[in-house]
């Protein structure tokens, strides 16, 4: 281990079996901090990852449009590990459609698990993060957004909306904490290359008849000015800073890693 700065601390990243929550969820771990993970899929193989970093690891397969769920993985964190000191809201899914043409089940379903997961998980972390430290309080609560929570794109009405509403909830939750140890922030990230955007790649790709490579160029050129991809690793650095020290009075921030998406 590289560093322990989160030693005794426990981290739960919701939508951690992939993607942006298990690369989050790896930074968290080497710095000291004690994992819950969650999400769909083969949970195993990352469990395992995280645990060969050298602290303990959980998992709960709670499905994150469901608020009983998520009560039973809060109460399985806090039996677990005593606690969770901090908490990452970044489960989240994606549909494109005119708005005209959205599946209203989709819509639904998209609000419950990208913005409705994470008030349900913070009122359920912050009662404990308020006693933590003799009653002055610690937590940390990093909800992850995106771009999309700070400008729009067209056919990704439900997203957008979401990613907005959880800048909103971001700020709010924020702004309860703000005398005490517990702060709240989102982080906004622009492309990143998980299986979520490898969707949005093949569906480009067939649409258009192009290669993978041509429409992965044609992603980051409409939107992204740097050309490049955010890494899950580099978002996890961001939720470390966060966690320090220097990050106790960044309040209600929504911080863009877009390779200058938003600055346009
Ligand atoms: P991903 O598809 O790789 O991972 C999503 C994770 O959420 C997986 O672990 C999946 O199992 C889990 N999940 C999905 N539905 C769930 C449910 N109902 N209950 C519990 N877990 C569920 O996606 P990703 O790209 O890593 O996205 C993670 C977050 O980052 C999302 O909130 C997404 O909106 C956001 N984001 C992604 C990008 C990007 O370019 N990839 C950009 C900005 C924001």
């Known amino acids: 281990m590289l560093n322990a700065m989160l030693t005794g601390k426990t981290a739960l990243v919701t939508g951690s079996t992939s993607g942006i929550g298990l690369g989050i969820a790896k930074q968290l771990a080497k710095q000291g901090a004690n994992i819950v993970l969650n999400g769909f899929g083969d949970h195993q193989t990352p469990l395992a990852d995280i645990q060969a970093l050298?602290?303990?690891?959980?998992?709960?397969?709670?499905d994150m449009s469901q608020p009983t769920?998520?009560?039973a993985m809060m109460q399985f964190a806090a039996i677990t590990f005593g606690r969770v000191d901090i908490l990452v809201n970044n489960a989240g899914i994606q549909h494109v459609a005119r708005v005209e043409d959205f599946p209203p089940e989709k819509w639904d379903a998209i609000l419950a698990i990208n913005l409705s997961s994470a008030?349900?998980?913070?009122?359920?972390?912050?009662?404990?993060?308020?006693?933590?430290?003799?009653?002055?309080?610690?937590g940390r609560i990093i909800n992850i957004a995106s771009v999309h929570g700070l400008v729009a794109s067209a056919e990704k009405a439900a997203y957008v909306a979401a990613k907005h509403g959880l800048v909103?909830?971001?700020?709010?939750?924020?702004?309860?904490?703000?005398?005490?140890?517990i702060t709240c922030n989102a982080i906004c990230?622009?492309?990143?290359?998980?299986?979520?955007?490898?969707?949005?790649?093949?569906?480009?790709?067939?649409a258009q008849g192009i290669s993978n490579e041509e429409a992965t160029r044609q992603l980051?050129?409409?939107?992204?000015?740097?050309?490049?991809?955010?890494t899950p690793e580099e978002l996890g650095d961001l939720a470390v800073f966060f966690c320090s020290a220097a990050g106790q009075n960044i309040r209600g921030v929504a911080w863009n890693m877009d390779g200058g998406w938003a600055a346009q």
């Open 54 to 62: 050298g602290v303990q690891a959980a998992f709960h397969g709670a």
């Open 69 to 71: 769920e998520i009560e």
């Open 119 to 138: 008030f349900h998980a913070s009122r359920l972390a912050i009662p404990a993060m308020r006693a933590a430290d003799g009653g002055k309080g610690w």
């Open 168 to 181: 909103g909830l971001t700020k709010v939750t924020a702004l309860e904490t703000a005398t005490t140890g």
């Open 189 to 206: 990230p622009g492309w990143v290359l998980t299986p979520l955007v490898q969707k949005q790649v093949d569906a480009k790709a067939a």
């Open 220 to 230: 980051l050129g409409e939107k992204e000015p740097s050309l490049q991809f955010t």
